[in-house]
């Protein structure tokens, strides 16, 4: 939502809101939510001390710039991608009782934007198995020299995420950035490209030009050496990424989300500043389940529907 300035402090955005609150309220919703800058004092205070929501979640968006150059997988990791009916049935499993958990998820993973589901595994603590059924879950080993399918039976860690394409419904650009910000970046870019034959040199992409995103989602791990696999997996999709021209990942995530320390991004480009407020709009009803959203503790993980980014 956003009030042109000539417009503002004249109860216009106040109304739009309590308009959308009775659409929402009218269609079934027993909740709605909003997502604004943590510093945006003006819109911080219209919702939390106008119209009654109430602070809720500060999650971090973590950025990081697609490179050069492709990364290396290490060489004890499998990577395969789910079919579309296991990565909905994982994604259930694992977020069910999560707030904002889309009943839909089928939805989003047949969507034309999303472009896979991937899991990641160490090879020395899989097994092949044939009819076992009390798995966590099972993936097809596309590395089977078997004609049949061969199930993998998953062991003690695993890490999962998606993909959403946001570079096919839009481009970004960055505009007002200074000159010497302009040249360091330019320099970075050339000795990257002389320097490319000796390994891998986190190159940055010309951000200064329009440019495609490509949204992480749907994050989780298991497991003692989970955290590890998230990184291949994160760097997995930077290599996809760059297959696509993409110049830049994003993700979005709890601020005190354990797995945030193995996501790689960049300091500079990331944001703690989102700030979500949640309002609950039949009050006087009992919450679903008897569990009030706007009383509960911060969940470990998140799962942002990528439909909101």
């Given at each position: 939502?956003?009030?042109?300035?000539?417009?503002?402090?004249?109860g216009i955005g106040a109304a739009l809101v309590l308009k959308m609150e009775a659409w929402c309220k009218k269609n079934g919703a027993m909740y709605t939510y909003i997502a604004t800058e943590k510093d945006n004092e003006a819109s911080?205070?219209?919702?939390?001390?106008?119209?009654?929501?109430?602070?809720?979640?500060?999650?971090?968006?973590?950025?990081?710039?697609?490179?050069?150059?492709?990364?290396?997988?290490?060489?004890g990791v499998k990577i395969v991608e789910l079919p579309v009916d296991k990565a909905e049935a994982l994604y259930r499993d694992i977020f069910r009782d999560r707030e904002f958990f889309p009943s839909d998820v089928d939805a989003i993973i047949k969507s034309k934007l999303h472009r896979g589901t991937w899991i990641a595994v160490w090879k020395d603590e899989v097994k092949h198995v044939k009819?076992?059924?009390?798995?966590?879950?099972?993936?097809?080993?596309?590395?089977?020299?078997?004609?049949?399918?061969?199930?993998?039976?998953?062991?003690?860690?695993?890490?999962?995420?998606?993909?959403?394409?946001c570079h096919e419904i839009f481009k970004l650009q960055v505009k007002g950035?200074?000159?010497?910000?302009?040249?360091?970046?330019t320099a970075a870019r050339l000795l990257g490209k002389l320097l490319r034959k000796l390994g891998t040199i986190p190159t940055p992409p010309n951000v200064f030009k329009p440019f495609g995103l490509e949204l992480l989602y749907g994050l989780h791990c298991h497991g003692d050496r989970g955290g590890e696999l998230v990184s291949e997996l994160c760097w997995f999709a930077h290599n996809l990424a760059k297959k696509e021209g993409c110049a830049v990942l994003a993700t979005e995530m709890g601020s005190c989300d354990p797995m945030r320390s193995w996501v790689p991004h960049w300091q500079s480009l990331s944001c703690d500043e989102d700030l979500w407020c949640i309002k609950h709009l039949c009050p006087s009803s009992t919450p679903e389940e008897g569990k009030d959203w706007c009383s509960s503790a911060s969940p470990s993980s998140l799962f942002v529907d990528p439909r909101d980014f």
């Open positions: 939502m956003c009030v042109l300035l000539f417009f503002r402090r004249l911080v205070k219209l919702f939390t001390e106008k119209l009654g929501y109430s602070k809720f979640r500060t999650p971090a968006i973590l950025v990081q710039p697609v490179y050069a150059s492709y990364k290396k997988a290490k060489s009819g076992e059924k009390k798995q966590v879950v099972s993936i097809t080993d596309s590395d089977s020299s078997d004609e049949e399918e061969s199930p993998i039976a998953l062991s003690s860690s695993w890490a999962v995420l998606s993909i959403w394409k950035a200074p000159l010497h910000t302009r040249l360091a970046v």
